[in-house]
């Protein structure tokens, strides 16, 4: 997050290595956020590389709102440069969605981008996000979609091929991997 050009995507702020961390905490430990980290899976797969080396991004849900638990607020951030506009923030914002929708009985998401990043506007637009304010203050626009039965069939239709798997037996696999 040291990047300018990314604290500018992002509308982030730039933070010591303890606010990070303070950060990465709040993460795993508060109820009201979800987390994937983006990894590389052709590095992930091979055990020479450092774990830290194989991620891209983050993709974050955010319930927003304690009376309304099926609400959310999305976010993606495809980190490193190279592999942005490959879709994969296309990808894994479908597979959020769809984690949100059939684990969290999530039913509405929104979304809040700066007016100047016109890729991840454009990528919500063609994901079927309505675009419903724009806040000249703060130089973003307030997308959202709500998730009706088509969406929802949708949704898991195009995140069909896709598989879960627990992160903490994935990293075991690959440490078996690394001992041999």
Request: aromatic share 6%; hydrophobic share 35%.
């Amino acid at each position: 997050m040291k990047s300018p050009e990314l604290q500018q995507l992002t509308a982030s702020e730039p933070l010591t290595l303890e606010q990070e961390y303070d950060m990465a905490r709040s993460w795993r430990e508060d109820n009201d956020k979800c987390t994937f980290i983006i990894l590389d899976k052709q590095l992930w797969a091979d055990s020479s590389v450092e774990e830290e080396k194989c991620m891209v991004g983050d993709v974050n849900l955010f319930l927003t709102d304690p009376s309304d638990p099926t609400s959310a607020e999305l976010e993606i951030m495809i980190a490193e440069p190279s592999y942005r506009g490959k879709g994969i923030g296309k990808e894994v914002t479908r597979m959020m969605m769809c984690y949100g929708v059939t684990k969290l009985g999530l039913k509405k998401y929104q979304v809040k981008i700066g007016l100047d990043n016109e890729i991840s506007i454009a990528m919500f637009k063609r994901l079927h996000f309505q675009e419903v304010s724009v806040c000249k203050v703060f130089k973003e626009v307030t997308l959202e979609m709500t998730v009706d039965e088509s969406v929802r069939t949708r949704l898991l239709g195009e995140t069909a091929g896709m598989k879960e798997r627990d992160y903490r037996n994935a990293c075991s696999d690959r440490q078996e991997m690394m001992s041999q």
